[in-house]
């Protein structure tokens, strides 16, 4: 099975034997360089990779994903925090994760997301969704991350916004990402379905003039 990323069409196609087996919508970065000040967005990098691994990502670089999708919370309201479920079994504080109190703007998020204004049971927000799709370069060619290759920084993931329009039943939208590829969540599932993540797996990007042809 291989895997190829067309950015100029938003579309993901999946060849087996060399004939295709399936196509879904995804989403890459911009094909310029962006302006957002926190980080700019950029375009989906073209080559040919390896798929790795997935993984519940996270990553101080964005402020909602510093905790993995999922995590426990417990709604602390005398005290003005969220308790968050720590890997030892302890519980952490939130306000103290981010240096101020927080409680407020997650209920106002979660109303955003899913209409309620209330401390979820679980950590919803995440930029990178419950799990991320990650990949890298293979140069010396045997499919395995080993010598001097790394993880690249782009992955394929679902976004906390389309998480929740498929959890409240609204039409699922994508949006440019700021270089990775976004998914729809029930897109995402039939793909780990098919077998197209695998760990080995050939996946290509290519530039965002080139066109997908069909067989």
Known sequence: MEVHFYPGQDLLVIKQNGLKFAQFEAMGGPPQIGNDPNMAEEPTTAGHYIIDKTEAYRTPT???????????????????????????????????????????????????????EVVPDKWVFNDFGPTAIRWFKDINGNKILDGKERLSGQMFHTTPENEAEKTTGSTVRLVPSHGCIHLKPNDRDRLFTIGAFKRGTSFTVYKYHERYKSN
């Open 62 to 116: 964005w402020p909602t994903s510093k905790l993995t999708w999922g995590t426990k919370l417990k709604d602390m309201p005398a005290k003005g925090d969220i308790w968050y479920a720590l890997p030892s079994g302890k519980w952490g504080s939130l306000n103290q994760l981010y240096k101020l109190p927080v409680r407020s703007a997650i209920m106002e998020m979660h109303k955003e997301l899913y209409g309620e």
